[in-house]
């Protein structure tokens, strides 16, 4: 008499089919492999891109040009503050031209300081554009590499960074963040990308 599932409890039942699913994904996996063949990966160090001395001298070139002309603007502010500070006593205190210079005095010191603040505003904002924009270059050449050389995926290899010690709660960000956990050197294409984005 043939078996029946009708025998088995609830627990077995879904064991079955957790065995029978197995046995298909792992059938459908074979399947796959026989006719795609593995995936080709590749992977990449952003950390040496971004160090490189063919790289990170432009990176610099672009934040020191903002920091050049924002340095420019706060010196002109200080310099228009100190040259008010200076005349301010050549008047009579209490006098109609004692106050007015000490109201542009207070106003030349409320640019100033406004320029100081902004000037820190607009530097971040410049090295958070300036590491997108390499980002999405990075990104861009590790497309040009992949097409180039036929693989199918380029990874950040996160496994070489540091791994500096802290909390427990730094240290499970840590893991929690990290995708890589080990990565044999030959497929590194760090190299190549570089090349790649210097030649751009």
């Not at 790289?55 to 010196?75: C, F, R, T, V, Y």
């Amino acid at each position: 008499m043939p078996y029946s599932f009708k025998r088995l409890t609830p627990s077995s039942l879904i064991l079955v089919i957790v065995i029978l699913s197995l046995i298909a994904s792992q059938a459908y996996s074979f399947h796959y492999m026989a006719k795609f063949g593995p995936a080709v990966v590749a992977t990449i160090d952003i950390e040496a891109v971004i160090a490189n001395p063919s790289i990170k001298p432009k990176i610099n070139a672009q934040l020191s040009d903002m920091a050049a002309k924002l340095d420019a603007e706060i010196g002109a502010k200080k310099k228009a503050a100190d040259d008010l500070k200076g005349t301010i006593d050549l008047y009579p205190k209490g006098s109609d031209q004692y106050r007015e210079a000490q109201d542009k005095l207070m106003r030349a010191v409320f640019e100033y300081q406004a320029a100081v603040e902004a000037g820190k505003i607009k530097q971040d904002a410049q090295r958070s554009k300036v590491l997108r924009d390499l980002y999405l270059n990075i990104k861009d050449a590790a497309a040009t590499l992949a097409t180039r050389n036929n693989y199918d995926i380029v990874l950040v290899n996160d496994s070489i960074a540091d791994f500096p010690e802290g909390t427990e709660e730094e240290v499970t960000k840590q893991i929690g963040a990290r995708r890589i956990l080990y990565s044999t050197s030959t497929i590194d294409v760090t190299a190549d990308l570089v090349q790649i984005l210097v030649s751009q």
